[in-house]
């Protein structure tokens, strides 16, 4: 598909690429050049992306969704009594 770049360096991509993207209006884009090929990726889709990786490292680890949240609140316990101890 051919498209146009506007005075503005804008262009309007066709309805059936977003479609297939799943792209809305109001979503960002990443936008990368590869050996002169622009590379357009819904940056939502990237987020998914990072997501499934951070799930597949975690179920990987053996370590419980339980024993992750307990270990958050004792950091912070332990930051907070550091730093209440400093003041006094």
Known sequence: MDVL???KRQ???PKEICKQLGIEPGDRLELTLEDS??????KKALALEA??????????SGITEE???EAGKETRRKLLRERHARKA
């Open 67 to 69: 024993e992750l949240l």
């Open 11 to 13: 262009l309007t991509l």
């Open 51 to 60: 997501l499934k990786e951070i799930q597949q490292a975690f179920s990987r």
């Open 37 to 42: 090929v622009l590379i357009a990726r819904p």
């Open 5 to 7: 770049v506007r005075l």
